[in-house]
């Protein structure tokens, strides 16, 4: 019978004790160098040792026992989005967990599907992380903030259209995308505006404030708002193109780019004249819609970088006491093009 192999499970777990003595150092001077410590002035031929020593033993720097040094993690945790989100606010959340790495904080996922506002406050308090940034498709009550605050949390940071109390916020008014898109519509003329309401589940977080700014621009106005639901199928769109001179609608905001040229594609595949029988506009100026015939309008959003986020999180993980502020994370202005 052969003698099965010592498997690597079976090893003693390196220790810093062993990588101070393989590098010929101290283990505080480990410490230093594998924690990123600047406080202390150590030379880079003696962080090159270190950190060779430690590669070569398979070292990695105990977390809890980091935390329990510093008093806190340095976990910052995103609650993960159950929603489809647009290539615009997917570059915004990479851009957001690079720059939060670049930081030296580690950036945990969690999923949230299922739980209410103060369950979810519960679970993520489990993990004691540093910081919370909540990207709105749960939201915070105060009691919430409170209990995550009273487990460890220097910075709680909603992301979304209204500020928690306790919480520093940043606002991202979903009503202004809908504004600029039907203002812009009025101005070329259009009165019986239609407004795409997504059928995916989840997406109503964006789609109904949306809507309220649509209503809000033609609000006084011989304007008149039509929702029109759509999936995000072929079919879903050739069932609406296929009724669409049934609902008398003069122009059409799509909700964003990509629902639009779904759209678009099904209105001229239904012989529908686009722009002269109706108008289409979308959100989010993708390169994509540029490259269409006609030309898509859009509605360009502009939102602060990853980079302003994750700095604003270091800055308040630094001053927990600070008054929590509010900041505006978007604005919104219609660009026209040939489709409307």
């Known amino acids: 019978m052969s003698q099965t192999p010592k498997q690597p499970a079976d090893r003693p777990v390196p220790t810093s004790a062993d990588v101070a003595r393989l ?18 002035r150590i030379s880079e031929p003696t962080r090159v040792r270190v950190r060779a020593a430690a590669e070569e033993l398979g070292y990695v720097p105990h977390a809890a ?25 997917s570059r915004f959340f990479n851009e957001l967990q690079w720059e939060l790495r670049r930081l030296d904080y580690t950036v945990v996922q969690y999923g949230s599907l299922g739980l209410g506002a103060d369950e979810a406050a519960r679970a993520w308090a ?55 898109a039907v203002a812009h519509l009025r101005e070329r003329g259009r009165r019986r505006i ?13 789609s109904k404030p949306r809507l309220a700014g649509a209503r809000k621009a033609a609000h006084g106005t011989d304007a008149v708002i039509e929702p029109v639901t759509m999936a995000y199928t072929e079919e879903s769109a050739a069932e609406l193109a296929g009724r669409w001179r049934e609902l008398g609608l003069d122009a059409v905001f799509a909700y964003n780019d990509e629902y639009a040229m779904l759209l678009m594609s099904a209105l001229q595949d239904a012989d529908i004249d686009v722009p002269g029988e109706t108008a289409v506009i979308g959100a989010d100026d993708l390169l994509l819609g540029r490259l269409l015939r006609p030309r898509l309008s859009t509605v360009h959003v502009e939102m602060v970088t990853g980079r302003h986020l994750a700095e604003l999180v270091d800055r308040v993980v630094r001053d927990p006491d600070g008054t929590p502020e509010r900041h505006d ?12």
Do not use: C, W
């Not at 010929?24 to 410490?31: D, E, F, K, L, N």
């Not at 026992?65 to 929603?83: D, K, N």
């Not at 009273?150 to 008014?173: C, K, N, Y």
């Not at 994370?329 to 409307?340: D, K, N, Q, Y």
């Open 126 to 180: 489990e993990l004691r992380p540093v910081a919370v940034v909540s990207l709105g498709e749960i939201e915070l009550t105060p009691q919430g903030v409170q209990l995550l605050k009273r487990s460890g949390a220097r910075a709680v940071i909603t992301l979304g259209p209204q500020r928690v109390e306790g919480a520093h916020a940043l606002v991202m008014d979903q009503r202004e995308i809908g504004e600029s």
């Open 23 to 40: 590098a010929g150092v101290s283990r505080a001077t480990v410490s230093y160098v594998l924690n990123n410590t600047s406080a202390v």
């Open 194 to 206: 239609g407004v795409l309401i997504p059928e995916e589940l989840g997406l109503e977080l964006f």
């Open 329 to 340: 994370l978007m604005g919104a202005r219609a660009l026209p093009r040939e489709s409307s």
């Open 65 to 89: 026992a980091r935390s329990l040094r510093a008093g806190h993690t340095r976990i910052v945790l995103l609650p993960t989005a159950h929603i489809p989100v647009g290539p615009l606010y």
